[in-house]
C-alpha cells in the first residue's frame, strides 16, 4: 500500500502539484511538468502535468479545491483530448488519486475515461474563472 501525505486544505496549487506529483511517482510513474514558472508561450489551456502509468498517459490539470476553478481554455483542452480518445483529468490529488485506482486495479480503458469526463463535468460546474491577460 502507497501512503502519500495529502495537502491540507490551505495548501498552495504549488504544494497540491508536488503531492500529486509524489503520488504517480510513489506508484512508479513518470511525472512530466508542463507548467515552468514563469509566463511562457505554451499552448493556451495546457495542463499542468502529463502522467504515465502502466500503460496510461493522461494530463492532469492541479486544483486546489476549495474554490478552485477551471478557465474555459482549460475546460475547452481536457474535453479535446477526450473527444479524441486521450485521457485528461482535472482536480486535487483526490481526483487524480481515483484514477491511478483505477489504473492500478486493471479498469478498462472506456471506464478511465468516463471517470475523467464525469470528473470534468463536475469541475465545470462550479462555475469557470477569468482568464489571465
Do not use: N
Amino acid at each position: 500500500m502507497i501512503y502519500v501525505q495529502k495537502p491540507s486544505r490551505t495548501a498552495s496549487e504549488r504544494d497540491v502539484e508536488a503531492a500529486c506529483d509524489r503520488l504517480v511517482a510513489a506508484l512508479g510513474g513518470d511525472v512530466i511538468r508542463t507548467s515552468p514558472p514563469g509566463r511562457t508561450r505554451q499552448h493556451i489551456g495546457l495542463p499542468d502535468r502529463r502522467y504515465r502509468l502502466k500503460g496510461h498517459a493522461w494530463y492532469f490539470e492541479v486544483k486546489r479545491g476549495h474554490g478552485g476553478k477551471l478557465t474555459a481554455a482549460q475546460l475547452d483542452f481536457l474535453r479535446a483530448e477526450l473527444a479524441c480518445g486521450c485521457l485528461a483529468l482535472c482536480g486535487t490529488m483526490e481526483e487524480l488519486a481515483g484514477l491511478t485506482r483505477r489504473i492500478v486495479q486493471g479498469a478498462a480503458p472506456a471506464a478511465l475515461a468516463g471517470y475523467c469526463a464525469e470528473t470534468g463535468e463536475a469541475w465545470a460546474a462550479r462555475g469557470l474563472r477569468r482568464e489571465a491577460r
